[in-house]
């Protein structure tokens, strides 16, 4: 296949974060291959990711010979890899990559999902969300939601443990034994408060901290994971197979959680799952609700669980609806996505 088109802007929606999430955030990328099939994929970066797309990704992609998506991937990665093995640069190919795998599987007449595995599609997958306190946690709950991650960087950067100890006793109070609790401190901590925290809430059954310290500090994950009474998590901010695997090699992390829009896109993510099966590692994607990474954990994941999707995020078609059964999951061509709206 070759791809003849490559198209990038970014969309306007009412609503999102008023911080970089919006200015360097979401683009939208569009491939036309030479049988005249689009596919849409959805990337990062904002202009200066548009200015990649249209620039060095499009000088190595357009009208190239691959045989598959991965090659395809390989090619970008390559062609950047002097400038851009994390952050912009896999932001942008990401976009390229599920777009080229959006158009790769229609023209094969199939979703994404088909593509994958031979399994039996599921009806639904256990979802997640994101919370502030106990109430939205039961909220959540009560809505379908088969667990949630109570966010926590509003106590600053150096919390009080005893007062996160009460909000995660009050929600697992209100939430009973046997629903999961997630802890998210937006990487605002150092080594010492996460011990401190962890210990006040241990007996509470969290199944992870999320981002306790900054994507940088390998030797404080690698600490923390060694150290931790519950299990650490992170990768939202990691880029490539090359950085999981310096994660997992490291042993720095119990639960990786890539963005499937940012990280380089299913090609990937799925090298990130190989890589926590080689390393007994859970993976529980960034977003995953949202239509690219819901196809991926689907297929891939033997334990599935989706965080919800973002509210505001509403320039695609194809966010799936959830139940008290969890979130529904659909057989479509490609992503069975498509735009909202003009450009």
């Given at each position: 296949?070759?791809?003849?088109?490559?198209?990038?802007?970014?969309?306007?929606?009412?609503?999102?974060?008023?911080?970089?999430?919006?200015?360097?955030?979401?683009?939208?990328?569009?491939?036309?291959?030479?049988?005249?099939?689009?596919?849409?994929?959805?990337?990062?970066?904002?202009?200066?990711?548009?200015?990649?797309?249209?620039?060095?990704?499009?000088?190595?992609?357009?009208?190239?010979?691959?045989?598959?998506?991965?090659?395809?991937?390989?090619?970008?990665?390559?062609?950047?890899?002097?400038?851009?093995?994390?952050?912009?640069?896999?932001?942008?190919?990401?976009?390229?990559?599920?777009?080229?795998?959006?158009?790769?599987?229609?023209?094969?007449?199939?979703?994404?999902?088909?593509?994958?595995?031979?399994?039996?599609?599921?009806?639904?997958?256990?979802?997640?969300?994101?919370?502030?306190?106990?109430?939205?946690?039961?909220?959540?709950?009560?809505?379908?939601?088969?667990?949630?991650?109570?966010?926590?960087?509003?106590?600053?950067d150096r919390p009080d443990p005893q007062a996160i100890r009460e909000l995660v006793r009050m929600t697992r109070d209100r939430?009973?034994?046997?629903?999961?609790?997630?802890?998210?401190?937006?990487?605002?901590?150092?080594?010492?408060?996460?011990?401190?925290?962890?210990?006040?809430?241990?007996?509470?059954?969290?199944?992870?901290?999320?981002?306790?310290?900054?994507?940088?500090?390998?030797?404080?994950?690698?600490?923390?994971?060694?150290?931790?009474?519950?299990?650490?998590?992170?990768?939202?901010?990691?880029?490539?197979?090359?950085?999981?695997?310096?994660?997992?090699?490291?042993?720095?992390?119990?639960?990786?959680?890539?963005?499937?829009?940012?990280?380089?896109?299913?090609?990937?993510?799925?090298?990130?799952?190989?890589?926590?099966?080689?390393?007994?590692?859970?993976?529980?994607?960034?977003?995953?609700?949202?239509?690219?990474?819901?196809?991926?954990?689907?297929?891939?994941?033997?334990?599935?669980?989706?965080?919800?999707?973002?509210?505001?995020?509403?320039?695609?078609?194809?966010?799936?609806?959830?139940?008290?059964?969890?979130?529904?999951?659909?057989?479509?061509?490609?992503?069975?996505?498509?735009?909202?709206?003009?450009?």
């Amino acid at each position: 296949m070759k791809v003849t088109r490559i198209a990038a802007w970014q969309p306007e929606c009412k609503g999102s974060p008023n911080d970089w999430r919006t200015t360097l955030g979401q683009i939208l990328v569009e491939v036309e291959l030479d049988n005249g099939i689009c596919g849409l994929g959805v990337g990062g970066g904002g202009k200066a990711g548009i200015h990649l797309v249209d620039t060095v990704i499009k000088e190595c992609m357009l009208n190239v010979h691959v045989d598959t998506p991965a090659e395809a991937h390989e090619t970008m990665v390559s062609h950047t890899t002097f400038y851009g093995r994390k952050g912009l640069v896999p932001m942008a190919i990401s976009g390229v990559d599920l777009a080229i795998w959006d158009a790769w599987a229609k023209s094969s007449h199939s979703s994404v999902y088909e593509l994958l595995t031979d399994k039996p599609a599921p009806l639904h997958l256990p979802m997640y969300q994101t919370v502030f306190d106990d109430e939205e946690a039961m909220e959540a709950v009560s809505n379908g939601k088969q667990a949630v991650k109570l966010h926590v960087e509003r106590f600053g950067d150096r919390p009080d443990p005893q007062a996160i100890r009460e909000l995660v006793r009050m929600t697992r109070d209100r939430l009973g034994p046997d629903k999961s609790i997630m802890v998210d401190a937006f990487g605002k901590w150092n080594v010492n408060t996460t011990l401190k925290v962890a210990d006040s809430i241990v007996e509470f059954n969290v199944d992870w901290i999320e981002e306790p310290v900054g994507p940088d500090r390998l030797n404080d994950y690698i600490s923390l994971t060694e150290k931790c009474p519950i299990p650490i998590a992170a990768g939202e901010h990691e880029y490539l197979r090359e950085g999981f695997l310096e994660l997992a090699r490291s042993k720095a992390v119990s639960v990786f959680q890539p963005d499937i829009n940012w990280c380089g896109g299913l090609t990937t993510l799925i090298d990130i799952y190989q890589i926590a099966r080689e390393h007994e590692i859970r993976v529980v994607p960034h977003r995953g609700s949202e239509p690219y990474c819901l196809t991926a954990i689907a297929a891939l994941d033997d334990n599935p669980l989706a965080e919800s999707a973002r509210t505001w995020f509403t320039c695609i078609e194809g966010i799936a609806e959830y139940s008290s059964e969890g979130v529904k999951f659909n057989l479509l061509p490609g992503f069975g996505v498509r735009v909202i709206g003009n450009r």
